[in-house]
């Protein structure tokens, strides 16, 4: 019978779940019992095994189905509002305006309940004054009025901290959150050049609370336009999906400059919301503890993203940042090819102690990436046992190249 | 919480924009596919199971809360869908398909099918909540929190289905000569 807490320990051996030190005792415990190390083996073995399974291709032409299905192009019509659609997009069609009417309905009683008024009016009225001919009327109506919205002007847009009538920080409650909605939409009409302008003269909260009304592509144009500090100043007030969504859309070489302007505690939060490969970019620019704090609070996925996107460089100083006993756990979730880089970055006092914090396959996996005379360097400074384990798993070829390297080693000293 | 990346593409699919949906459908087509795959164990259904969840999720894009992780929410989707299908094609056989590329030795393919098989016949084994959690976390590589999210399960629930799946995977495999 073995330990239930043994048992967890395995399965969070499989999963990368193991402190260093849980890790270290693990393999105290597996010597100890044969056992418990036989189904160790085994269940690493199985792990193994399903990681050896390779992804399956879907047929090129899945794509092509499911964007073909006419349940797919029946929704992307009634969005265009195109009137050809399929019973089952009708339906929900429906059921969305009812729900919009009824939504405007609670929200405007009074005014619904005048328009019933005027109606029963207008139908009152028309059936005792019924309306006049057509060829009656001809003649005695001017031309046609038809309604153009005039270009918009600066005087149609009263913004800035004038502390008048339709200043947002004049106002408020719902009147102020309607002001805010009413200029947001008069404003989206100008050109991006003249909004930029307007948008100088405003506080930087009434600025924020702008930026929150107008579209993200126009938001993300507008902020580009004001000055490093006050983008900065922006950033911090807008929230975390908007900070990584607005960080998404600026050029990369302004990325990690807006990045540092943010406040401390948001930078991590928004970092996590970026997209990998912006992270990545992230990571590399940004100061040494922040990737750090980055890296410590980062998915697997992610991790897994950075350690193959990130430059060795950068990879070798996050490691070394680390806490001497989280290194090895980091460095054993790098890919093996990365592993031999980052490897070739360190000291060999800090590579022969990295090898000993690591489990045998790991090392041996490792040490068969080296070169041959870093082998010997290694090999001179890890324990026996070690070198025994090493020594067994290398290919017969290796283990007589290391024996002639470490023989002339020896020699040299 | 749900990518940068992916709340845009949603937002402009919501506005009715195709080549936003064909981004969403060429991001997690693979993915889904392949939990699907290793859940149904038939290409077609696979291929079937892809479709639906892309209507589907299309379909009830408005319900989707932006708080969510969206491929969690798409997963979420796809194992509901394979169960179903594995539901409709209980009476059939299945779990025999296999892989192989076109470079490989006679050796290899044999070796790789026989594994494959080996793997997906094992997995076939197992009940749909097990298997649901393997295919998750070992052909999909989430984390436990991940699953718990897909699977609406605590994570505790999780590593006690993993655990118990693993076993029965490798006792069926050890039978096997597999491990």
């Known amino acids: ?31 100890a019992n044969s056992e418990a190390e036989s189904m160790f083996q085994e269940l690493r073995a199985l792990a193994d095994l399903l990681h050896s399974v390779k992804p399956v291709e879907p047929s090129p032409n899945l794509k092509k189905f499911i964007l073909n299905d006419p349940g797919v192009s029946a929704l992307m019509h009634s969005k265009e509002n195109t009137p050809r659609i399929s019973g089952r997009t009708q339906e929900s069609t429906l059921s969305h305006i009812i729900h919009h009417l009824l939504e405007g309905i609670m929200k405007h009683k009074a005014l619904i309940g005048g328009l019933v008024a005027v109606l029963v009016v207008i139908i009152y009225a028309s059936y005792f004054y019924p309306w006049p001919a057509t060829n009656d009327i001809q003649g005695t109506i001017g031309s046609v009025k038809k309604y153009r919205a005039d270009q918009i002007t600066d005087k149609d847009v009263k913004l800035g901290d004038n502390q008048n009538a339709t200043s947002p920080s004049t106002t408020g409650g719902t009147d102020n959150t ?53 983008q900065a100043a922006l950033f911090q007030r807008a929230p975390i999906e908007e900070q990584a969504a607005a960080l998404a859309q600026v050029p990369v070489e302004k990325q990690a400059a807006m990045f540092q302007q943010m406040r401390v505690e948001d930078r991590v939060a928004a970092f996590q919301k970026a997209p990998i490969d912006l992270q990545a970019h992230l990571m590399e620019k940004a100061p040494l503890n922040l990737s750090a704090a980055s890296l410590a609070q980062a998915s697997v996925r992610q991790k897994e993203a950075f350690f193959k996107q990130l430059p060795v460089d950068a990879l070798a100083s996050l490691y070394k940042s680390a806490p001497v006993d989280q290194r090895a756990a980091l460095f054993q979730k790098m890919p093996v090819d990365r592993q031999a880089d980052v490897f070739q970055k360190m000291t060999v006092d800090a590579q022969a102690s990295l090898f000993q914090r690591m489990p045998v396959d790991a090392q041996a996996a490792l040490f068969q990436k080296m070169p041959v005379d870093r082998q ?13 384990a090493m020594f067994q798993r290398a290919p017969l070829e290796m283990q007589q190249q290391l024996q002639k390297q470490v023989a002339a080693e020896n020699k040299a000293r | 919480m749900i990518s940068a990346e992916d709340l845009v593409l949603i937002r402009k699919c919501l506005g009715g924009d195709r080549r936003a949906f064909e981004q969403v459908v060429d991001r997690y087509q693979k993915p889904i596919y392949n939990a699907a795959y290793r859940i149904v164990g038939r290409r077609e259904d696979a291929e079937d199971v892809t479709q639906q969840v892309f209507i ?68 076939g084994q197992l009940t749909s909540e097990h298997r649901a959690v393997v295919v998750l976390r070992h052909f999909q590589d989430l984390s436990y929190d991940e699953i718990a999210e897909i699977l609406e399960l605590p994570a505790k629930t999780v590593k006690s289905r993993l655990y118990e799946a693993r076993q029965q995977l490798k006792d069926i495999l050890i039978l096997h000569r597999q491990i």
């Open chain 2, 56 to 123: 589907n999720a299309f379909r009830n894009l408005r319900s989707f809360n932006e708080k969510r992780n969206f491929f969690s929410w798409l997963y979420r989707i796809a194992i509901n869908e394979s169960l179903n299908k594995l539901k409709s094609t209980a009476s059939r056989e299945i779990f025999h398909e296999t892989e192989h590329g076109h470079d490989e030795t006679p050796d290899d393919v044999y070796h790789k099918k026989e594994l494959q098989q080996a793997v997906q016949n094992a997995l």
């Open chain 1, 178 to 230: 309607t002001a805010l909605d009413n200029q947001a939409h008069l404003f989206q009409r100008a050109p991006v050049d003249m909004q930029a302008r307007w948008f100088r003269q405003l506080p930087v909260e009434q600025q924020a609370a702008y930026l929150q009304r107008i579209p993200a592509e126009q938001r993300a144009s507008l902020v580009q336009l004001m000055p490093a500090e006050k």
């Open chain 1, 1 to 31: 019978m073995i330990d239930p807490k043994l048992l967890e320990l395995m399965q969070n051996e499989i999963d990368g779940k193991n402190s260093p030190s849980d890790s270290r005792f693990l393999r105290e415990s597996l010597n």
């Open chain 1, 376 to 388: 010997a360097s290694i090999f001179q400074k890890i324990p026996v046992d070690a070198q025994a």
